[in-house]
């Protein structure tokens, strides 16, 4: 049954990825006939081309777009930018669990592992000839679940992922994923360059319209089996180590993404940006882990797994129904794991993946002692908060640097809403200002030496004051934030403790043996996502050979242009009007016997063998030269504009092209040569 189910759903994959190339080759199609159009209009009709330079510059940066995602639909899945690959020798323990582990639920297990630095796990397959050979299988590995889980939550963990292989989720899967990732790709290269179009084509949006109704069909399609996938493999790990084991793994893997999370957005690359770093990252996240309200926060999240900002097209079903199917199966006594040791014996691979996790970013750092680059995270927060404050509080008419006493002036003013104002526009204002007034005490403290700053995994920072040992002073900041009548109460405590509030409070990291600098993130090159750099520089390269191309068709333009140009009107082949055509049978002329401009040719009366409109015997024809107009020609043959524009099928125009030849009434048979003047 489950082969059955994966051819099915190979023959499903395959069939949505042929839709995308449908798709992108009919955009494709209708480009290169309007690029082909417009070239062959350029040469045919020059002086009528239009806007061709528009057409040119708005299809290839489009068009170039759209052949790159439909280039990156076949290449191989590549491991994450910060993976390390793992050596059995490096790790025997884990190679070896993970191989028993495959064969308990009989697939081949990975011939490659990878350690990353996401609280993760991922497998995958080099699917070649569309998933239906076997290639080379994967397993990603992030260190902090190798480094965090129970023994028995990484077996279900592991019996997960290797689940997908037992269930062939990975040979056709990769390709919905493949076919997914390229939708995205294209689309993202789509928006970049339509929003990079400075001439305000609209090639690239229309392309990017086509494109993302297509994917909004492709994903809603395939979610229904990437999910059912999930659950299956949900079911054989449940089945490997039992429902409850797999339950609790799942709860913690949540939680430890979450923390994970907030660990590396709230503390690691902040104090990254200011030029500082842990020397060990998975050991300050340990200390995190470690802290009891962050242990508390934790529990609470495995007992009741929220997922917020969760996406509709996520591919794994929602957490609270994998574990109600979970927990929902028959239970049965987990088994006893024995603690078979460290599973990585050499530490390198783990260093290795924290090097790369902190240089992809681009921002050389300064690698510190877990207690002094917390203490200096505290500090830069601190900081930040206190300098936001003091902005607030400045006068753009004084010189002098705005100060404690400054901020605590206009508070004891009854200042306290302008100040607000000034400082945020976040929901709750008068909290933030509450703690921006922390903050500034605080490091003004710091700055004389009273109190020190220790981080707080929860809080971010919190004072030590040694002579506030009961935490007095943080009742007097929240009560002069909200009332001009406490503001003398805070004076007094802060004279107690020895504080000059006029002097200038010290906004620089002091903290540890390192340059003191500024608590603004250092600007980078490299700060920019690795898809939005190599994008931008795809997109240099496609405007090259745009300008290129209109340069050559600019110049094919010109030459065209001035072919036809008065210097040469008798090196064409001249056409009469249709009008003239019913009455009279031309004959060729060669170069020699056309006439100079402004002279006529008397042309012979053909048969005629039905009655006709006109019984004029003779008629003349006309080469306009530069200056020429239909009145002036009409003048000069007794004749009216009307009669001139209706003889030769002008309509109401009146433009008239050097070389151009107009039928005009002959003035009387057998002449030659009229000259008249009208004026």
Not at 456 to 469: A, I, V
Request: proline residues 7%.
């Amino acid at each position: 049954m489950t082969t059955v189910l994966g051819w099915l759903r190979g023959l499903f994959a395959v069939g949505m990825l042929a839709g995308f190339y449908v798709v992108a080759f009919t955009l494709l199609a209708a480009d290169a006939a309007l690029v082909w159009f417009t070239l062959w209009g350029m040469v045919e009709f020059p002086s009528r081309a239009g806007n061709w330079s528009l057409v040119l510059a708005g299809s290839i940066p489009a068009a170039s777009a759209l052949l790159y995602g439909i280039a990156t639909v076949s290449r191989t899945e590549e491991p994450p930018p910060d993976a390390v690959f793992l050596r059995r020798a490096d790790a025997p323990g884990l190679w070896r669990l993970v191989e028993e582990l495959a064969g308990q639920l009989r697939t081949r297990p990975p011939t490659r592992i990878y350690l990353t630095s996401e609280p993760n796990a991922s497998v995958s397959e080099d699917a070649r000839l569309l998933g239906f050979a076997v290639g080379e299988r994967t397993m990603n590995l992030g260190v902090p679940l190798l480094l965090r889980l129970k023994p028995e939550e990484l077996r279900a963990v592991l019996c997960h992922e290797l689940g997908h292989y037992a269930g062939r989720h990975t040979r056709f899967g990769a390709i919905t994923y493949r076919g997914a990732a390229s939708l995205r790709s294209t689309l993202f290269r789509l928006r970049m360059t339509a929003r990079a179009d400075d001439a305000g084509v609209a090639y690239a949006w229309l392309f990017q319209a086509a494109i993302g109704a297509y994917a909004w069909i492709y994903l809603r399609l395939s979610l229904a089996v990437r999910r059912r996938q999930e659950l299956e493999a949900d079911a054989e790990a449940a089945a490997a180590v039992g429902p409850e084991v797999t339950a609790r793994a799942l709860r913690a893997v949540h939680a430890l993404g979450i923390t994970w999370a907030g660990f590396e957005s709230r503390y690691l690359r902040p104090v990254q940006r200011l030029g500082f770093v842990p020397e060990d990252v998975f050991e300050a996240f340990a200390a995190m882990v470690g802290d009891p309200p962050v242990r508390e926060r934790m529990a609470e999240l495995r007992a009741h797994p929220v997922e917020l900002d969760r996406s509709p097209l996520d591919s794994h079903p929602p957490l609270a129904r994998r574990l109600a199917l979970i927990e929902a199966r028959s239970d049965r006594p987990p088994e006893t794991v024995e603690d078979e040791g460290p599973l990585i014996a050499n530490t390198s691979p783990v260093t290795r993946v924290q090097r790369k996790m902190l240089g992809e970013t681009g921002h050389s750092a300064t690698a510190l002692p877990r207690s002094a680059w917390a203490d200096l995270a505290a500090e830069a927060f601190a900081i930040e908060l206190a300098s936001l404050l003091l902005d607030a509080a400045s006068d753009t008419h004084a010189l002098a640097r705005p100060t404690l006493a400054t901020v605590l002036g206009r508070l004891e003013r009854g200042e306290q809403t302008e100040l607000t104002r000034r400082l945020t526009d976040a929901p709750e204002p008068e909290e933030q200002l509450t703690e921006a007034l922390y903050a500034l005490t605080g490091q003004a403290l710091a700055g004389a030496g009273r109190a020190r700053w220790v981080l707080s995994w929860t809080q971010g920072y919190l004072l030590d004051c040694p002579r506030d040992p009961r935490g007095r002073l943080d009742d007097l900041v929240a009560a002069a934030a909200r009332d001009q009548a406490a503001v003398p109460a805070l004076r007094g405590e802060l004279a107690r403790l020895g504080l000059n509030i006029e002097a200038p409070v010290p906004l620089a990291l002091r903290t540890v043996a390192a340059p003191a600098g500024p608590t603004t993130a250092r600007r980078s090159t490299r700060s920019a996502p690795n898809l939005v750099v190599q994008e931008l520089a795809r997109q240099r390269t496609v405007a090259k050979v745009t300008m290129g191309a209109v340069a050559v068709a600019g110049a094919v333009w010109g030459i065209a242009l001035f072919g036809s140009d008065s210097s040469q009107p008798y090196t064409q082949s001249y056409r009469l009007p249709t009008a003239a055509a019913s009455w009279y049978t031309p004959w060729p002329l060669s170069t020699e016997q056309l006439p100079a401009p402004g002279y006529t040719v008397r042309l012979p009366v053909p048969i005629i063998t039905e009655p006709i409109l006109r019984p004029t015997p003779y008629f003349h024809i006309h080469f306009v030269v530069r200056g020429d107009t239909l009145s002036a020609i009409a003048c000069e043959y007794g004749t009216t504009v009307e009669d001139l524009q209706e003889r030769n099928d002008m309509g109401k125009r009146t433009e008239l092209a050097v070389g151009q030849m107009l039928l005009v009434p002959a003035k009387g048979e057998g002449s030659g040569i009229v000259a008249t003047d009208c004026r």
